[in-house]
């Protein structure tokens, strides 16, 4: 978005032994973790508009940065399963970019992250999209964007959803988040996110957070799967 300017003017990798997080390749003028080939696709990413087929009932209007693939899908996982959370700043400025979109004209906007459970919050050595969501929110506020972070959920154990069909990750998001506390919203209350696969992650999220009476506008995120058609 034209108003927080660029994501990757500032920082620049001159060792990074892990290589780019796009690509893997080792070579110079690393820009945040991610080589100049891959940082111009995601420059070429446009938020636009997706949704699950089916949705799930309550899922809000969702906005994603672009497909599961390519360099947003290894540099998210080179984040969020090898450890690199240096890529928490690129990837939460691209997901500033992602709520600016779903929101519309600037103004007031309360985040909210889908938290992770206690123990992939220790395996990640942190929940890692809280970090993104604190990212993103510095970016919007640097760019004029009254901003704050809640964090008024809580996670409960659940079996891991990459191992679950539609059914079972809607069965599991159902009980899966409690409210902690409610309140202190400004403006528009956005759902964070890093993956939409089949929604019912973020429609369960918006169900407590609509009985608390933070009604999301939207939900935004860096990737969405896309559906595979077998033969």
Known sequence: MPDLGRVWSDLTDLVLPAGCAGCGERVPGLRQGFCPDCVRDLEALTPAPTRPDPAPAGLPPCVALGPYAGALRN?????KERGRHGLARPLGALLAEVVAAAVG??????????????????ARYGDHLDRLARHAAGRLGAAGWPVRVLR?????????????????????????????????????VVLLDDIVTTGATLAAVSRVLRGAGMTPKAAAVLAATQKRHHQ
């Open 75 to 79: 540099g998210l996982l080179a984040y």
């Open 105 to 122: 004209p600037r103004g007031p906007v309360t985040l909210v992250a889908v938290p992770d459970t206690a123990r992939a919050a220790r």
């Open 152 to 188: 008024p959920l809580r996670a409960s154990p659940r079996p891991d959803s990459v191992a679950l069909d539609s059914a079972g990750r809607a069965a599991a998001a159902e009980t899966a988040f409690r409210l902690r506390r409610s309140g202190g919203v400004a403006g528009a």
